[in-house]
């Protein structure tokens, strides 16, 4: 069923790994859309030629979101309808798209998420913390001791924290949650809903070990249960 509505602007969530992830409402609104706006054009294919999905592609990234979002803007003026994705997961989640959603906000222009795959809520049902309230940081500073500021900021929050990571800096990240919050439950998650998918539960020096067997890399969320 053809439900897509001209001079609008979907926000499309997609799988964060695992093709089969994504709703069929989402696959409908990426088939009959007028053009997709990606995060990156060449991984938003792997998605699309999977369910062979033709579309016209624009990019739209952090390095040229204020320019994109004036060609998208102008593009749904004119009548058309634009789904934005990212390179997974849901748009404007520590990813491009909250400038572009502003912007149609501001010129009256109507904004329709279609739901599905987050990587944060995936991590949080799976790890058997507190759920009933829980806060999100996306990625915290890449200077150390900004970071740990930061930290100790959050440590006087009592609930579960989600943090996304690096592997690059994955490690440092866990030394300064030791040293912070001691004694806490922590649980890693890395590549959710991918073949190496992996995720560790337990105190600080437990999870440690357990990664000191791990290969460094990939995409990871950290969670402390600060309570």
Partial sequence: MNEIESGVLYIVSTPIGNLSDITLRALN??????????????HS??????YEIKKHLISYHSYNEKNSTNGIIKLIDEGKSV???????????????????????????????????SGLLTILVASGFKTDN??????????????????ESISAIETTHIIYESPFRLLKLIDSIEEIFENKLICVGKELTKINEKIIIGNIEEVKLQLNNEKIAGEFIVLIANY
């Fill in 29 to 42: 609104i990426l088939k009959n859309v007028d053009v997709i706006a990606c995060e990156d054009t060449r």
């Fill in 83 to 117: 789904a934005l994705i990212s390179d997974g997961g849901t748009p404007a989640i520590s990813d491009p798209g909250s400038l572009l959603i502003k912007e149609c906000i501001d010129n009256n222009i109507k904004v329709i998420p279609i739901p599905g795959a």
């Fill in 134 to 151: 829980f806060f999100f940081h996306g990625f915290l500073s890449v200077k150390q001791g900004k970071r740990k500021k930061q930290l």
């Fill in 45 to 50: 294919l792997k998605l699309l030629n999977h």
